[in-house]
């Protein structure tokens, strides 16, 4: 149960405004192609084992509000339309109204309906179907106890043994009926958790939040349902009174084939644009060993030679320290290599299952042979650092993410060097078709969806690390400049190149000299607003003071994991 009860309260009804403007769908530039052939992809239709589903992204608006006072936006509340035949609604929709209307709920239907038997052995219990009536629904929150325009918000009581999935909203203070939706047997089921706060009230906070499996990942196989979650002092430790589905189905049936990954790489691959200004330029990994870089031991003075394919790296384990990577020690070639090779740059593909198998995460990485120095922003001022922030071997990325049902590009995610965001689509911006933009930092080659200055520091008082990103001449089209790396979920068919497994540093571990650095700066600041050392410490971020050399791809934790967000 939740930490603060979810119980029936009322708002009163003058303090909401009702009408809202009808939301518009959105679509994305061009129509999508149709993909090659293959099992279960982009077919409308997912199977999960006992349940089969499919996407509703036709709905019927049933109630919305704005907040008449403080800056809270809006949120209207939707009840799915079209559901085919023999599939059975799992819970409402809602979002924001400052957005398109783009979003989906799951609807389910038995694949085998199984029915208790009669006359069976004593002791016999027959299998209890996948999907059942809820008994009857708790009021949990209203505008108003009765009256015209008002929103009611009813959580389904399951039989025992089943879950809830999400939660319907109506605009009378009548019950539904338990034809309405439909609950799920709780083997079939896993957890949830709140995230994205999307509506929260003035007073005696009442909350709409969006869910999502606890556990997600690629070996994860929480199905996220589209609908959202409500109460009051709602925390994301809290244990939610609904569920997410759970994908049972050993072979992934709706992962795209090899085919199909091209196809969608083809067709969204995105075109990443350097800054302008940016002198560290990305290559591939073959042009950085071929032009000098050299592997160290620990112990050992003398880089060894990385040969062209990195077979001669260390293979597996875990980062001991024991290895690293660096480059020549020749001046000219190390200077030579620190600028990179745009015209050998390639986007480097890992293909996996995500939410269970109903999207498809598509992470693109970056490989550059040199980080650049960091510019701190103090207020309106700029300083060029002259060597905090930089180290050898820079791996970023970005992910896309695709739907399994149509194969629609649905979120990019944006890796911002320790953290990153997502993006829905309806708010990248578009080259060519469907193919994104990415534009990647000044230096620090992190991932944004726009032109612009992003501070990593303490935003409130323009304190930290500058982020610059512009499109410039400088550009890699990750559409036609890919290799697949790695499809775990494709068995044999991807050969995973020798560098991937090294996992190991791909450079040496930096101490920066920030104290002397930063003194500097704090004397180039008027008396007013000159800042201790050991006040500006704390407001840069903590990769200023010094780095352990960065790791390659299969050591992250999102090869594995989702995105951090």
Same mark, same amino acid.
């Given at each position: 149960? +939740? !930490?603060?009860?979810?119980?029936?309260?009322?708002?009163?009804?003058?303090?909401?405004?009702?009408?809202?403007?009808?939301?518009?769908?959105?679509?994305?530039?061009?129509?999508?192609?149709?993909?090659?052939?293959?099992?279960?992809?982009?077919? !409308?239709?997912?199977?999960?084992?006992?349940?089969?589903?499919?996407?509703?992204?036709?709905?019927?608006? %049933?109630?919305?509000?704005?907040?008449?006072?403080?800056?809270?936006?809006?949120?209207?509340?939707?009840?799915?339309?079209?559901?085919?035949?023999?599939?059975?609604?799992?819970?409402?929709?809602?979002?924001?109204?400052?957005?398109?209307?783009?979003?989906?709920?799951?609807? &389910?239907?038995?694949?085998?309906?199984?029915?208790?038997?009669? !006359?069976?052995?004593?002791?016999?219990?027959?299998?209890?179907?996948?999907?059942?009536?809820?008994?009857?629904?708790?009021?949990?929150? #209203?505008?108003?106890?009765?009256?015209?325009?008002?929103?009611?918000?009813?959580?389904?009581?399951?039989?025992?043994?089943?879950?809830?999935?999400?939660?319907?909203?109506?605009?009378?203070?009548?019950?539904?009926?338990?034809?309405? %939706?439909?609950?799920?047997?709780?083997?079939?089921?896993?957890?949830?958790?709140?995230? =994205?706060?999307?509506?929260?009230?003035?007073?005696?906070?009442?909350?709409?939040?969006?869910?999502?499996?606890?556990?997600?990942?690629?070996?994860?196989?929480?199905? #996220?349902?589209?609908?959202?979650?409500?109460?009051?002092?709602?925390?994301?430790?809290?244990?939610?009174?609904?569920?997410?589905?759970?994908? +049972?189905?050993?072979?992934?049936?709706?992962?795209?084939?090899?085919?199909?990954?091209?196809?969608?790489?083809?067709?969204?691959?995105?075109?990443?644009?350097?800054?302008?200004?940016? @002198?560290?330029?990305?290559?591939?990994?073959?042009?950085?060993?071929?032009?000098?870089?050299?592997?160290? /031991?620990?112990?050992?003075?003398?880089?060894?030679? %990385?040969?062209?394919?990195?077979?001669?790296?260390?293979?597996?384990?875990? *980062?001991?320290? &024991?290895?690293?990577?660096?480059?020549?020690?020749?001046?000219?070639?190390?200077?030579?290599?620190?600028?990179?090779?745009?015209?050998?740059?390639?986007?480097?593909?890992?293909?996996?299952?995500?939410?269970?198998?109903?999207?498809?995460?598509?992470?693109?990485? @970056?490989?550059?042979?040199?980080?650049?120095? &960091?510019?701190?922003?103090?207020?309106?001022?700029?300083?060029?650092? #002259?060597?905090?922030?930089?180290?050898?071997?820079?791996?970023?990325?970005?992910?896309?993410?695709?739907?399994?049902?149509?194969?629609?590009?649905?979120?990019?995610?944006?890796?911002?060097?320790?953290?990153?965001? $997502?993006?829905?689509?309806?708010?990248?911006?578009?080259?060519?078709?469907?193919?994104?933009?990415?534009?990647?930092? /000044?230096?620090?080659?992190?991932?944004?969806?726009?032109?612009?200055?992003?501070?990593?520091?303490?935003?409130?008082?323009?304190?930290?690390?500058?982020?610059?990103? &512009?499109?410039?001449?400088?550009?890699?089209?990750?559409?036609?400049?890919?290799?697949?790396?790695?499809?775990?979920?494709?068995?044999?068919?991807?050969?995973?190149?020798? $560098?991937?497994?090294?996992?190991?540093?791909?450079?040496?571990?930096?101490?920066?000299?920030?104290?002397?650095?930063?003194?500097?700066?704090? *004397?180039?600041?008027?008396?007013?607003?000159?800042?201790?050392?050991?006040?500006?410490? =704390?407001?840069?971020?903590?990769?200023?003071?010094?780095?352990?050399?960065?790791?390659?791809? /299969?050591?992250?934790?999102? $090869?594995?994991?989702?995105?951090?967000?």
């Amino acid at each position: 149960m +939740l !930490g603060c009860e979810c119980f029936y309260w009322y708002r009163r009804l003058d303090e909401f405004h009702f009408h809202s403007p009808e939301r518009h769908p959105f679509s994305l530039p061009s129509p999508i192609p149709e993909w090659p052939p293959g099992q279960g992809f982009a077919t !409308g239709r997912i199977d999960l084992g006992e349940l089969e589903v499919t996407k509703i992204t036709k709905f019927e608006r %049933i109630w919305s509000y704005n907040l008449l006072h403080g800056k809270a936006k809006g949120t209207t509340f939707y009840r799915p339309l079209g559901i085919p035949d023999c599939f059975f609604c799992l819970g409402y929709y809602c979002q924001p109204n400052d957005e398109p209307l783009r979003g989906y709920v799951l609807v &389910a239907r038995e694949k085998a309906i199984s029915y208790p038997n009669v !006359g069976c052995p004593l002791g016999f219990e027959p299998e209890l179907p996948a999907l059942m009536k809820p008994l009857n629904y708790k009021l949990i929150w #209203s505008t108003e106890s009765h009256g015209e325009g008002c929103g009611f918000f009813w959580l389904p009581n399951p039989p025992a043994g089943y879950k809830a999935m999400g939660l319907l909203v109506t605009d009378n203070p009548e019950e539904p009926e338990v034809e309405e %939706i439909r609950c799920v047997r709780e083997d079939l089921t896993e957890n949830c958790e709140i995230c =994205d706060c999307m509506l929260t009230t003035d007073t005696n906070p009442f909350q709409v939040w969006n869910t999502r499996p606890c556990k997600r990942g690629m070996f994860a196989r929480g199905v #996220s349902v589209g609908t959202f979650f409500c109460g009051i002092c709602l925390s994301s430790e809290d244990q939610l009174d609904v569920a997410c589905l759970k994908n +049972l189905e050993s072979t992934l049936h709706g992962m795209p084939n090899l085919d199909q990954v091209h196809a969608l790489i083809n067709h969204y691959g995105p075109t990443v644009f350097f800054h302008p200004d940016d @002198v560290y330029m990305p290559s591939s990994v073959q042009w950085f060993f071929k032009n000098g870089a050299l592997l160290y /031991k620990y112990g050992k003075v003398k880089g060894e030679p %990385i040969n062209y394919q990195g077979s001669n790296l260390p293979f597996g384990g875990k *980062n001991d320290d &024991a290895f690293w990577i660096d480059l020549p020690e020749d001046d000219d070639a190390r200077n030579n290599v620190k600028k990179g090779n745009l015209e050998s740059a390639e986007l480097y593909v890992h293909v996996k299952p995500a939410l269970g198998g109903t999207f498809t995460d598509i992470a693109m990485w @970056v490989f550059c042979p040199f980080n650049g120095p &960091a510019t701190l922003k103090i207020g309106l001022m700029s300083i060029q650092m #002259s060597k905090i922030g930089q180290h050898v071997g820079d791996w970023e990325h970005f992910t896309l993410r695709v739907s399994n049902f149509t194969g629609e590009l649905w979120q990019v995610y944006f890796s911002q060097h320790s953290g990153g965001v $997502w993006v829905d689509a309806t708010d990248l911006e578009f080259i060519e078709g469907n193919k994104p933009i990415v534009y990647s930092s /000044k230096g620090g080659h992190a991932s944004f969806a726009h032109p612009g200055t992003y501070l990593q520091g303490s935003v409130k008082l323009g304190i930290g690390v500058r982020n610059d990103a &512009a499109r410039s001449k400088y550009s890699v089209d990750s559409s036609a400049k890919y290799q697949i790396i790695a499809a775990e979920y494709l068995g044999h068919e991807v050969t995973e190149p020798c $560098w991937l497994q090294y996992m190991k540093e791909w450079g040496p571990t930096i101490v920066y000299d920030s104290r002397s650095e930063l003194d500097k700066i704090i *004397n180039l600041l008027p008396l007013f607003v000159r800042f201790s050392v050991e006040n500006i410490f =704390d407001l840069f971020p903590m990769q200023l003071y010094g780095e352990e050399g960065p790791t390659g791809p /299969k050591e992250k934790d999102n $090869w594995e994991e989702d995105e951090r967000w």
